[in-house]
């Protein structure tokens, strides 16, 4: 492949790659070194490795190398401190094709997935591959993909019922709930959150964060009020744009202190998401530079 076909096929090709590697990962420097990989592999390739499709030699490559990562990251997190979430990303002033697809939610849904599940799953329900195109990629014929696909689907949808919640709606909510834990109108908090609201929240241990998550209205609400009351005053919330939807993030010293996501069925706020692993923010951090003044 020559260097101008080459710039060609990653400029196109890229976004897709790095969108489902980090479905699969869940983690964004993951995801970029796969996707860097896959190329590679695919520049490199042998003459009689050519392939009519490179956008499917690529994707059956990406997910590959990104199934092999993800078993590597679930050995490693048995040591975790408390939750482990995935890595927001940042995708202000960037095209999304489907915010629902690669919304936090959704991503740290396929966490409680095992490493073929998620995989399989991805691959057909996100990416429409054939069940015989999958079978490569996670060493299993295709009546097994079935099965597996079918089992990973029963859960998804049995653990989180699709809304569809336009923008607008999800930002107001956003910012209703921003302002209730900031003037600490716990009565205001907990209208706003559903009955069963769930806050989880991740620090790795570096940073605050339970290590189970929270349940309950009442809990979740009192126990943001508490933690907004400690945190200095001069620490400030600005919006940004996290995985396709309004985010949050709290700034101190022109330093990210936490990431917070919300998942809403358009009425109330069903979770709370608090990223606080400061190795998880560093690419928030860079973006809150770019945007300040």
Not at 137 to 166: L, Q, T
Not at 247 to 273: K, N, Q
Not at 275 to 289: E, S
Request: glycine share 4%; charged share 25%.
């Amino acid at each position: 492949m020559d260097r101008v076909t080459s710039d060609s096929v990653f400029t196109e090709l890229r976004p897709a790659m790095f969108a489902l590697a980090y479905r699969i990962t869940g983690n964004r420097a993951d995801a970029e070194e796969i996707v860097q990989d896959a190329f590679v592999r695919l520049h490199t390739a042998a003459p009689q490795d050519a392939v009519r499709s490179l956008k499917a030699y690529l994707t059956t490559i990406t997910a590959r190398l990104s199934f092999n990562r993800l078993r590597d990251q679930r050995a490693r997190r048995e040591t975790y401190v408390g939750e482990w979430l995935p890595e927001p990303l940042v995708t202000e002033g960037e095209s999304v094709t489907s915010a629902e697809d690669i919304s936090f939610a959704f991503v740290a849904l396929l966490e409680r997935l095992s490493p073929v599940e998620r995989v399989v799953f991805v691959l057909r329900n996100v990416f429409e591959l054939p069940f015989e195109e999958i079978v490569p990629v996670v060493g299993r014929d295709a009546a097994a993909c079935r099965k597996i696909f079918s089992r990973a689907r029963a859960r998804i949808r049995e653990e989180r019922p699709r809304f569809a919640v336009d923008r607008d709606r999800h930002l107001a909510l956003l910012r209703s709930f921003a302002e209730a834990a900031a003037g600490g109108d716990q009565v205001k908090l907990i209208a706003l959150l559903a009955d069963s609201a769930a806050l989880h929240t991740d620090g790795g241990g570096k940073a605050l964060a339970t290590k189970r998550p929270v349940l309950g209205s009442v809990a979740v609400a009192r126990f943001l009020i508490a933690v907004t009351r400690a945190r200095a005053s001069a620490a400030k919330l600005h919006e940004i744009e996290l995985n396709g939807q309004p985010g949050l993030v709290l700034m101190e010293s022109e330093r990210p202190i936490v990431a917070v996501l919300i998942d809403t069925d358009g009425e109330r706020i069903v979770t709370v998401f608090a990223v606080a692993n400061p190795a998880k923010l560093h690419a928030i951090t860079l973006a809150c530079l770019r945007m300040m003044p």
